[in-house]
C-alpha cells in the first residue's frame, strides 16, 4: 500500500444527498436523521500502535463519525461490520480487540438504529497516515476488489500519480476461480480541485478491469457532466480507461457530479458490473462576502445600557460554509463621529449583531453614527481570507430625559373685560428633546388663581408656546387681576430616573383692563299698567339705567326716546321720568292685545359714548269710551201684508271689551212719532218690523 493512499482519502458529502440535489450544493433546512457523510475517511498516527498492532479498547483517532437521528441520540446503537473495530455512542472509534498492523487501509461499514425499524448506514475507513511503504514495482497495480491501487513513477517519487480504480470482478467472465475479498468495499470519492489551470486534459483516475488481460476492454463514462449536459466535461480513454477532466470546474456552479464506469468487449457486451464514480469538487476561496446591503439602517435609543442590541448585518459567501473558504467573520473598521469614545458599539464576529458597549449615546449630542462594517471569509484571517464593507447608519433615537423648562419664573398680560377668545399672555419654553415629537410637545395646565375657569392655554404646534387665551368673559368691577400658577409637562412621560425641573413651573399675572361698558337697564323690559284715556301729561314711570363704569370712570347718563310708535310718551333726559303727552288709547292701531312698547335709549358720556336699550310695555286697561256701532246701517224691507212677513234684524258693535261692550238694548227713537207709529223693534234682538209697502227705505 501507498503512503500517499491515506492522503487522497477525505469525507465524502452524504450519497443520498448529493442524489437529491442533482450534484449541486446543499442548502441547510430542517434536521435531516443519519449520518453527516456516507464515507468516513480516519487517519491514525503510528503512535497509537503499539509494536505490531492495535491494544484493546483503545480509541484509534479523535475524529468521530457524526451522526443525529433529530432525536438526542439517546436511543441510538451503532453496530460494527467488523468485529475488531467499534462506534461509542459520541462517535469515537475504538478497537475491540488486537488488530491488524494497519499498513493496508480497514475499511467496514457502520449501522445506527434506534427505537424505530429504520436503520442508517455509513463506510468507515481507517488508515495510517505514515504506513510502511513494501518495494513494489513501479508498474505494479494493487487489484483488490472495488479498491484504489496508486503508482509510483520512478522519475517522481515525490508525486503520487493518479489512483488506479479496479472494477469489482462480478461481471459475466468473472467466473474464473475464487476472488478475495476481505470486507465490503467501496470506492470512495474523486476530489478535484476548482478553477484549476491544468493543462487540460487533466487525468484525475484510470478505471481498469482485470480481465484486461484476456481480452480487449473498451471503457466508457454516463452522467451528467460525460453524456449528459453539461458535456464533456468529464471523458476517458475507452482503451486505457484514463479519465480525465477537460477544463476548470466551479464549485458555486455545480459542487459534485454522479458518473458510472461502464466496461465492454469489442461487441459491446457487458463484462463487469458498472461501478459509481462520485467526484467532489474541492472548494477555492474565490468569493469574496457579499452584504446584502451596502448601507443598513438601525436605531438605538438614547441613554441605552452596554450589551443593547442595535442591529444586524450580513454578508453572504459563495464558498463551502463547511470549510473555511465560506466561514466569514465581521468587525468594525470605524465609528463616526468618536464621540463620546471611538468604541461606542461592537460587533458579534459570527452572526453579525451589532450592540452598545459603552454607556453614554446622548441624541442631543450626536444623533446618528456611522460605522464602516467589514465581512472577511477565512475565519476572518486578514491575511488569507478575501474582505469587503458595508456602512451601518445608526440612529439614536429620543426619549424623554429633558424635561420642558419656561424661560421665566413669572409671566404677565392683560384682559380687556368682557372679551373672549383673545391671547392675553405668551409662555416660552425650551426643551432639547427631539422637535415636534411628544417628548418636545408641551402641554400646559393652570393649577390655581382660576376658579371660574375664564382662561385655558393652548400649545402653539411650531413654537410650543403656551398661550394663555381668555375663553369667559371677565369684570373688571369684579376682578381686576387674575394670579395663575402654570406648569408644562410633556405629551409623554419622563424617562425612568427623570425628574420635573423647577422650571417646568411659573406665575402668570393677568391684569384686567377697564373699558367703557355701556348702561344697562336693570329691568328690561319694564311692564305697566293703566287705564286707557289718561290725559297727556301724566306721569307713568321712571325708566332708569345703571352703568358699571359710573365709579370708576364717574360717568353720567342721559335719556332719550329712540321708538314710540303712536308718540304718545316722552322721557326726561336726566332721570328717566316718562311722561304722557297724548291720550292713551286702547283701541289704537298701535296697540296689540292691550300692549304698548315704546324703546328709550340710555347713554353715557365716556370717549367713545356706550348706549344701552331698555324697552317700556305699557298693559292698557279698557274704559267704556266707544259707543256700540248699528249692523247695518242702511236696509230696505217689504210693507207688510200680513203678519208672518219678517221684517229686518239689527245688530251692534263696540269696539271696547267686556263688560263695555254687550249685550245691546235696542229702541227707537221718540221723534219723530210716526217712527214709534209706524215701526217696532225687539228690545233684546233687534227685529225690526215695517207697516210700509216694498222698497221702503230705513236708516
Partial sequence: MRTDFALVLTAALLFDTFGRNNGEQASKGPCRPGFSQSFYSVLISRDVLQGHGTLKDTAVSSQKVKFDDCMGNEAVVFRSGDPIFSVRTDGSIYAQGVAASLDEPVQFKLT?????????ETVIQLALIDPLLPQQNENEVIKEEGKVAERKEGKEASQAPPPVIMFSGSGRNSSKGLRRQKRDWVIPPINVAENSRG?????????RSDQDKDISIRYSITGVGADQPPNEVFNIDPVVGKMFVTKPLDREHRSSYHLRAHAVDMNGNQVENPIDLYI???DMNDNRPEFKNQVYNGSVDEGSKPGTYVMHVSAFDGDDNTTANGMVRYRILSQTPHSPIPNMFTINSETGDIVTVAAGLDREKVSQYTIIVQATDMEGNLNFGLSNTATAIITVTDINDNPPMLTSRTFSGEVPENRVDLVVANLTVIDADQPHSPNWNAIYRIISGDPNGHFTIRTDPVSNDGMVTVVKPVDYEMNRAFMLTVVVSNQAHLASGIQSSLQSTAGVTISVQDVNEP?????NPKHIRFEEGVPAGTSLTTFSASDPDRLSMLQTIRYSKLNDPADWLSINRTNGQILTTAMLDRESIYVKNNLYEATFLATDNGSP????????????IDINDNPPALIPRESQICERVNKNVHGVNITAAD????????PFVFELPNFPASIRRNWTISRISGDLRPPLACGTNIS
Fill in 280 to 282: 467532489f469538487v474541492i
Fill in 112 to 120: 445506527a438504529g434506534g427505537p424505530t425499524t429504520r436503520v442508517w
Fill in 609 to 620: 359714548a356706550a348706549s344701552g336699550t331698555g324697552t317700556l310695555q305699557i298693559y292698557l
Fill in 655 to 662: 269696539a271696547d271689551t267686556e263688560p263695555n261692550a254687550g
Fill in 199 to 207: 493543462p487540460f486534459p487533466q487525468m484525475l483516475v484510470s478505471i
Fill in 519 to 523: 348702561p344697562y337697564f336693570p329691568n
